[in-house]
């Protein structure tokens, strides 16, 4: 849940900073989206520590033999 609600900031401050019409404002919800990018930078890191999330195996491609 809380990974879900920082992706939702972040969404929340693009969306602002994208419609905002004064420089100042779309300043400040930067500032604000780079801290909840760090945040969530932080609870990925977390999550994965804990074992909460677990990530697939990665894919290598292989080209096919003939």
Known sequence: MLS??????LV?????M???IREDIAMMFG???SQKATLGGKALRMN???GWLVPPPL?????EEE
Do not use: L, W
């Open 48 to 50: 994965k520590e804990k």
């Open 59 to 63: 894919h290598y491609f292989r080209p």
């Open 31 to 33: 500032q604000f989206h």
């Open 12 to 16: 929340a401050c693009s969306t602002i």
């Open 18 to 20: 994208g419609q905002s």
């Open 4 to 9: 879900a609600d920082i992706a939702k900031g």
